[in-house]
C-alpha cells in the first residue's frame, strides 16, 4: 500500500467519522496548552458535564433512526426533574422518579399520535410540546430552582460507587448499553433502521411501522425524563433553565455525530460520539480561558457547519450525474 | 345527504379556523370585565407599543412560511442590529447608523439563505436547524459587541432624537412607529399580492418542483423571503430600542416563537404556499392581547408560555388534519 | 379431485379496474410446477396489475386465485410471501442503508436468531446460488445485479414456490445477463416456478418453456415457447391498431429547427438528434429507457454538462428551466399532480404561472390580464371547470393536463416537449389534446412526445426515434415501418447478443 492510496483510505475514514475526528483534533490541540485538561479529575468532569445530555441523546438517536424527530425533549427533561423533585415532599424518593419517568412516557405517546397517527410534521409540533413544557416547568417553579427535601435524592446523581466516577456517568453508560443492545439486537431497534431507511419497504415487510415508530417516541420520552431526573438529582434542584434550547442543541449534536436525519443510518454510539464532540469543546474552551461569548459563537458555527455537511452530501448523492 | 356532509365540513373547517380567534376574543372580553384597568389609555397604549416590534418580526417571518421554509435567527438578527446601530449612533451618525442596522438585518438574512440554497437543502427541518445555528452565531456576534453589557442610549450620545422620533414620536393621534408599521403592511401587502416576486413566493411554497419547471426563480424568492425577514427584524429592532432607549444584546429572545405563533394563529399554514400579511396582523394583535389580557388577570408569563405552547400544538395539528 | 394439482398457480378471470381504466379484463391462466413461465407485453398491458394483485398490493375486483391448491381470497405482502409466492420488482424491495443479511431477513430478526443467525442463514442461502457477496456489506453499496441476488436470496428465505420476477434483466449488463440465467435454470432444478416478465423477447425465448402474451388487460394467448416464433409473438403483443382516431399527422414538415448534440449522463449515451420544423417527433422506449432523462437533460432540469444545443442553428446555454423557456422550449412533464401543478391553486393562477412575465408590467401583477390568458385558454382549450377561481385539484386529469398545456401555449415555444400528455385521461379529452398537438407543431413549431402507447406515438409522430438502455438504436417514419420493426428496435440490440451467447453455453 503506497502512501497515496493510504491517504485515500485515510480521507475516507475521516470523512465518515468525522465527530471522533473533530475530538481527536481537539485532544492533541490540547497537549499544547498548559491546562488542568489532562488531569483526571477534569476528564472524569467532563464526563460527567456530558452525561445528562447523553441520556437526551440516546433516546432521540432511537427516535431519529426511525424518521422522526423529538424537540420536546428539553421541556420533558426539565419537567421530570421538577415532578420528582416536588413529589418528593410528601411522598417516597423512589415513587415520585417513577411518576416521574411515567410523565415522560406519556409524553412520548402524545407525541407518538401526534406525528405517526396524525401525520403532522414532527420538528415543529415537538418544538410547540416543548415549549409548553417548558412554561410549565417555569410555572411550577416561578423559574427559581426548587431545592431537593431528600437527601439521598442527591446521591443517586452524584454519589460514587464505582472508584471515582460518579454515579452519573454510571448510569449514562448503563443507558448506552441498553439503547445499543436495544437497536442493534432486538428486532424493535432494527425495525427502526428498516423504517427510517424505507417506510414503505418496511411496511411490506409486514413490519409494524406504526407500532414501533410510536414506540420510538415513548422511549425517547422515557430516557428524558430520566435524564431529568438524573439531572435533578446531580443539581439538588429541579431548574426549568436547561429547557429551552437543549432540545435543538441534542439533535444537531446526534447529527454530528453520524446519525442522518433522513433516518436508517447512524447509533449510538455514533450519537454519544457526537455530544462528546460538543463536550469536549465545551471542556477545551472553558480550560483555555475562552470567553463564553466566544464559545456560543463557536457552538453556533459548528451546529451550521455540521448541518450544512449533512445536507449537502446528501445533495451531491442526488444530483450524481 | 351530500349537501349536509358539506355543511358540516364547512362548519368544521370554520371552526378549526377560526378556534383561536373566537378563544382569545372571548378572553379580552373576559378581562374587559373582570379587570376594567383593560382599557384604560394606559394599558391601550401599552398594546399598541408593545405591537410594533412584534408585527415587524412577524410579518417578514410570514413571507418566510409562505415560501415553505422557517426562520429561527430572527432573535439573534433582532439583538444583533439592535447593539450594532446603537454603537454606531456616535462614530457615524444617528441616520447612517439607522441605515447601517437596517442593511446589517437584510445581510444576516441573506446569509441564512446562502447557506440554505448552497446547502441544497429542500426542507423546513434543514433550515429550522441551519437558522438555530445561525440564531446562536449572530446573538453570540451581539454579546461580543458590547460584552455583554446594556447599552443606554443616553450614556452613549447626546444625539439620539431621531430615534426618540420614533419611539416616542406621535403625528396626529398616531405613534410614529404604528405610521411605520403602516406602512411596511402596506408595501408588504402591496408586494405579496400584487407582485410578480410575492407571487413566485408563494408558487415556491406551493410546489418547488413545480415552480422550477415553470420557470419560477425558486432560488431568488429563497433569497428574498430570508432578506426580507432579517430586514424586518431589524425594523423591529430600531422599532423596540428607539421606544425603550436601551439595546440589550439579548433583547432578541422570544421573538422568533412570538412570530411564528402570531403567523400561526393568524391563520397562514406552516405548510407554505398560502397566507397573507393581513392574516399575520390579525394573529399579532391577538398574541399580544392575549398576554396583555393573562397579565392583567394576575397569570404567570410562564404560565403564558404554556398556553402560547400549547396554542402552537393545536394550531399546527388542527391545520394539519384540514384537507388542502 | 386430485390433491396435488401439478399447477402451482391457476387463475381464473381476474379483472380490476381503477377509475377511468379497465387494467385487467377476465384474465385466466395457469402455470405449471417447476416451469418457467414467461409473461410479455407492452407497456400497460396489465402485467404489472396483475402481479401486484397476485402478492397482495392491489385487491382483485373479480375472479379467483388458486394457488399452491389452495384459493386465495385477499392477501397481503407478507402473507403472499409467507405462503410461497414471492416477487422481485423492477424498482428493489431492499432498504439501502441495511445490510444484506438484514435485507433478506427484514421483519424476521428475532425468528432467525437475531445478528448471528441471520447472517449466517443468509450467507447459506447466498451461497446456494453461487453469489459470493459478503452479507455485511450495505445494500447501497451493491450493484443492480448483486442487489437482484439478495432478493432472490430474500424469496428464498420464504422457501417461496413461486418467484415473480419483473422485468430482472432491465439493468443488467451481459455478463450479469449470464449470471441470472445460470440462477434460473439452478432454480428451476430445484422445483421453484418462475414468472418470468420481460420486454426482451431473446430471454423468454432461452428460458422460458411457456409464454403468456398480454394486451390491454387480457390475455392473448398462452403458448409453448418452442411453438411460436418472434415475429408471432411481436405482432400478438401490438396488435392492431385500437378504434381511437388520431388526427392527421402534420403535413409541412420543414428544415431542422433544433440540434441536441452529445448528451451525456450516468444514464445516457451520445444522445444526438435533431427536431425539424413542423414535426412530431417520437421517443419511443421502455421505461426506464432514458427518454424521460433526454428531455429532462434538454430543458435544463436536470445536470448534464458537455453537450451541445441549437435552436436555429444558433448554440442556446441552458442549464435551467428558465433558460429553457427563454430560448423557446415549453416541458409537460410526466407527472402532472407532483412535478406540474400547485394542486391547491386555482386554474388561472396554475396557467398564469407560467407566464408571469406577461400578465405584469414592471413586476406588478395585472388582474386583468391573468384573467384575460386564463379566460382564453378556457375557451380554447374547452376546459371544464366552475370559474377559473377554482382550485386545481378539483379537476378531473384531462382538464388539469389541459391547464397546463395551457399555461405552455402561452409562452409559444417553438418546441414542445410533451412527456407521457394523455395519461389518465379519457378518450374525448385525448382526442383533444392530440387536435391540439397538431396545431402547435403546425404553427412552424415542433413537438418532441414521449408516450408508453405506442399506438399514441406511432400515429402521431412524423419521425420516431428508438431509445434503449439511454441510446437511440432507430430512427423510424411510422408510415413505412411497421410497429413490430419499431419495438424490435426499441428492444435493443444487447438481447441479440444474450441470444447468440446463450447459443454457445
Redo the contacts between chains.
Keep these: 500500500m503506497n502512501v497515496k492510496s493510504f491517504g485515500i483510505t485515510l480521507g475516507k475514514f475521516a470523512s465518515k467519522q468525522k465527530a471522533l475526528v473533530a475530538i481527536l483534533a481537539m485532544l492533541v490541540m490540547m497537549l499544547f496548552f498548559p491546562t488542568n485538561f489532562y488531569t483526571s479529575y477534569n476528564l472524569i468532569d467532563m464526563l460527567n458535564s456530558s452525561s445528562v445530555l447523553m441520556i437526551l441523546a440516546f433516546g432521540v438517536t432511537i427516535t431519529v433512526i426511525s424518521g422522526g424527530c423529538d424537540l420536546s425533549i428539553g421541556g420533558v427533561m426539565v419537567m421530570s426533574g421538577i415532578i420528582a423533585i416536588k413529589l418528593m415532599e410528601f411522598m417516597n424518593m423512589w415513587i415520585a422518579i417513577v411518576i416521574a419517568v411515567i410523565f415522560g412516557a406519556v409524553i412520548g405517546f402524545i407525541n407518538g399520535f401526534l406525528v405517526v397517527h396524525q401525520k403532522t410534521e414532527p420538528f415543529i409540533i415537538t418544538l410547540g410540546m416543548g415549549m409548553t413544557l417548558t412554561g410549565l416547568a417555569q410555572h411550577l417553579t416561578d423559574a427559581r430552582p426548587v431545592t431537593g427535601s431528600d437527601p439521598n435524592f442527591m446521591m443517586i446523581s452524584n454519589g460514587r460507587i464505582i472508584l471515582s466516577f460518579t454515579n452519573l456517568v454510571i448510569i449514562m453508560l448503563v443507558v448506552l448499553l441498553i439503547t445499543h443492545v436495544i437497536m442493534?439486537?432486538?428486532?424493535f431497534g432494527?425495525?427502526c433502521?428498516?423504517i427510517?431507511?424505507?417506510y414503505d419497504?418496511?411496511r411490506?415487510?409486514?413490519?409494524n411501522v406504526i407500532l414501533i415508530k410510536w414506540g420510538a417516541f415513548v422511549i425517547c420520552g422515557i430516557t428524558a425524563a430520566i435524564a431529568g431526573v438524573l439531572l435533578s438529582s446531580k443539581l439538588n434542584s429541579g431548574s426549568s433553565i436547561y429547557g429551552e434550547t437543549t432540545a435543538l442543541v441534542v439533535n444537531c449534536a446526534v447529527v454530528v455525530g453520524g446519525v442522518s436525519f433522513a433516518g436508517?443510518?447512524g447509533g449510538i454510539f455514533q450519537a454519544a460520539l457526537g455530544l462528546l464532540v460538543f463536550g469536549v469543546l465545551e471542556n477545551s474552551m472553558n480550560m483555555l480561558g475562552v470567553d463564553s461569548y466566544i464559545q456560543i459563537l463557536t457552538k453556533g458555527i459548528v451546529i451550521v457547519a455540521i448541518i450544512w455537511l449533512d445536507s449537502f452530501s446528501r445533495k451531491r448523492k442526488r444530483?450524481?450525474? | 345527504m351530500r349537501k349536509k356532509f358539506e355543511l358540516r365540513k364547512t362548519f368544521g373547517s370554520f371552526f378549526t379556523n377560526y378556534l383561536v380567534l373566537v378563544a382569545i376574543v372571548l378572553l379580552v372580553l373576559v378581562t374587559m370585565i373582570v379587570e376594567p384597568k383593560f382599557l384604560s389609555s394606559g394599558n391601550l397604549t401599552n398594546i399598541m407599543r408593545q405591537f410594533g416590534p412584534l408585527s415587524m418580526v412577524a410579518l417578514g417571518m410570514t413571507f418566510v412560511i409562505i415560501g415553505g421554509f422557517i426562520d429561527l435567527s430572527v432573535a439573534g438578527t433582532f439583538s444583533l442590529v439592535a447593539v450594532v446601530t446603537v454603537s454606531l449612533i456616535d462614530p457615524i451618525g444617528q441616520v447612517p447608523a439607522l441605515i447601517a442596522g437596517l442593511l446589517l438585518g437584510a445581510l444576516c438574512g441573506f446569509f441564512n439563505s446562502v447557506l440554505i440554497l448552497t446547502a441544497g437543502a429542500l426542507t423546513q427541518a434543514e433550515a429550522l436547524f441551519i437558522t438555530f445555528g445561525m440564531s446562536l452565531v449572530y446573538g453570540a456576534f451581539a454579546l461580543i459587541t458590547t460584552g455583554g453589557a446594556v447599552l443606554n442610549m443616553r450614556d452613549i450620545t447626546s444625539s439620539i432624537s431621531v430615534f426618540e422620533g420614533i419611539g416616542q414620536g406621535t403625528v396626529g393621534i398616531f405613534t410614529v412607529s404604528f405610521l411605520i408599521f403602516l406602512v411596511c403592511l402596506i408595501l408588504l401587502y402591496f408586494f405579496q399580492?400584487?407582485?410578480?416576486?410575492?407571487?413566485?413566493i408563494?408558487?415556491t411554497g406551493?410546489?418547488k418542483?413545480?415552480?422550477?419547471?415553470?420557470?419560477?426563480?425558486v432560488d431568488v424568492s429563497i433569497m428574498v423571503i430570508y432578506t426580507l425577514s432579517g430586514l424586518m427584524a431589524a425594523l423591529g429592532a430600531v422599532n423596540q430600542f428607539a421606544r425603550v432607549t436601551t439595546a440589550a444584546p439579548v433583547m432578541g429572545k422570544g421573538f422568533e416563537t412570538n412570530a411564528i405563533l402570531a403567523v400561526v394563529v393568524g391563520g397562514t399554514s406552516l405548510k407554505g404556499?398560502?397566507g397573507s400579511v393581513l392574516r399575520t396582523v390579525l394573529g399579532t394583535l391577538l398574541i399580544i392581547l392575549m398576554s396583555n389580557c393573562l397579565n392583567l388577570l394576575g397569570v404567570t408569563p410562564y404560565m403564558q408560555n404554556v398556553t402560547k405552547g400549547g396554542i402552537l400544538v393545536l394550531a399546527i395539528w388542527l391545520d394539519n388534519r384540514k384537507p388542502? | 379431485m386430485s390433491t396435488i394439482s401439478d399447477e402451482i398457480l391457476s387463475v381464473k378471470d381476474i379483472s380490476k379496474a381503477f377509475p377511468g381504466v379497465k387494467a385487467l379484463d377476465n384474465v385466466s391462466f395457469s402455470v405449471r410446477r417447476g416451469t418457467v413461465h414467461g409473461l410479455v407485453g407492452e407497456n400497460g398491458a396489465g402485467k404489472s396489475t396483475l402481479m401486484k394483485i397476485l402478492s397482495g398490493?392491489y385487491p382483485k375486483d373479480s375472479g379467483t386465485i388458486i394457488f399452491d391448491g389452495k384459493k386465495i381470497e385477499s392477501t397481503?405482502?407478507?402473507k403472499s410471501?409467507n405462503s410461497g409466492l414471492a416477487i422481485i420488482y423492477q424498482e428493489l424491495?431492499?432498504?439501502?442503508?441495511?445490510s444484506v443479511g438484514?435485507n433478506v431477513f427484514?421483519?424476521r430478526?428475532?425468528q432467525m436468531g437475531?445478528?448471528r443467525g441471520i447472517h449466517s442463514k443468509a450467507r447459506v442461502l447466498l451461497d446456494s446460488i453461487d453469489c459470493r457477496i459478503d452479507t455485511h456489506r450495505l445494500v447501497d453499496e451493491l450493484s443492480v445485479s448483486e442487489k437482484q441476488m439478495v432478493e432472490i436470496a430474500k424469496a428464498l428465505s420464504f422457501e417461496s414456490k413461486l418467484i415473480i420476477m419483473d422485468e430482472p434483466s432491465s439493468s443488467l449488463t451481459c455478463d450479469e445477463m449470464k449470471e441470472l440465467a445460470k440462477i434460473i435454470r439452478q432454480l428451476k432444478g430445484q422445483g421453484i416456478s418462475i414468472i418470468y416478465i420481460s420486454h426482451k423477447l431473446d430471454e423468454i425465448f432461452d428460458f422460458c418453456d411457456i409464454v403468456t402474451i398480454m394486451r390491454d388487460g387480457q390475455i392473448i394467448d398462452t403458448k409453448a415457447t418452442a411453438e411460436l416464433t418472434r415475429g408471432e409473438m411481436i405482432s400478438d403483443m401490438v396488435g392492431r391498431t385500437i378504434e381511437n382516431e388520431y388526427p392527421e399527422r402534420p403535413q409541412n414538415v420543414g428544415e431542422t429547427l433544433m440540434e441536441v448534440k452529445s448528451i451525456n449522463?450516468?444514464k445516457l449515451h451520445n444522445i444526438s438528434f435533431e427536431v425539424r420544423k413542423g414535426e412530431i417527433l417520437g421517443l419511443v422506449g421502455l421505461v426506464g429507457a432514458g427518454r424521460t432523462e433526454i428531455v429532462r437533460a434538454i430543458?435544463g432540469?436536470?445536470?448534464?454538462?458537455g453537450h451541445e444545443i441549437k435552436l436555429d442553428g444558433k448554440t442556446v446555454i441552458i442549464r435551467?428551466?428558465?433558460q429553457a423557456?427563454n430560448a423557446g422550449l415549453g416541458?409537460v412533464?410526466e407527472d402532472r399532480k407532483?412535478?406540474?401543478?400547485?394542486?391547491?391553486?386555482s386554474v388561472e393562477?396554475n396557467i398564469s404561472?407560467?407566464n408571469?412575465?406577461k400578465v405584469?408590467k414592471h413586476?406588478?401583477?395585472r388582474r386583468a390580464a391573468e384573467k384575460e390568458i386564463a379566460d382564453k385558454y378556457v375557451r380554447a382549450l374547452n376546459i371544464k371547470t366552475p370559474t377559473i377561481k377554482t382550485?386545481v385539484?378539483s379537476l378531473s386529469g384531462g382538464n388539469q393536463q389541459k391547464c397546463i398545456i395551457g399555461?405552455w401555449l402561452e409562452?409559444g415555444p417553438r418546441v414542445f416537449i410533451m412527456d407521457e400528455p394523455t395519461r389518465g385521461i379519457d378518450v374525448g379529452a385525448k382526442y383533444e389534446i392530440y387536435m391540439l398537438m397538431k396545431e402547435i407543431a403546425e404553427k412552424e413549431g415542433a413537438i418532441i412526445l414521449i408516450s408508453s402507447e405506442l399506438p399514441e406515438v406511432l400515429n402521431m409522430s412524423n419521425r420516431v426515434l428508438t431509445i434503449f438502455e439511454g441510446r437511440i438504436t432507430g430512427e423510424f417514419d411510422p408510415q413505412m415501418v411497421s410497429a413490430d420493426q419499431v419495438m424490435e428496435s426499441a428492444l435493443g440490440l444487447c438481447s441479440l447478443e444474450v441470444h447468440e451467447r446463450a447459443q454457445e453455453i
Design positions: 442493534r439486537y432486538t428486532q432494527r425495525s433502521y428498516a427510517g431507511g424505507d419497504v418496511a411490506y415487510s409486514g413490519i436508517g443510518v444530483e450524481r450525474v | 399580492s400584487k407582485t410578480v416576486m410575492g407571487r413566485a408563494n408558487l406551493g410546489n418542483t413545480a415552480a422550477r419547471l415553470a420557470g419560477i426563480p404556499g398560502k388542502l | 398490493v397481503t405482502p407478507i410471501m424491495n431492499l432498504v439501502n442503508s441495511l438484514e427484514l421483519g430478526f428475532s437475531g445478528m449522463t450516468r430543458f432540469a436536470d445536470k448534464a454538462r435551467k428551466p428558465v423557456i416541458f412533464s407532483l412535478q406540474g401543478l400547485v394542486l391547491p391553486f393562477q404561472m407560467g408571469l412575465d405584469a413586476g406588478v401583477l382550485k385539484q399555461r409562452t
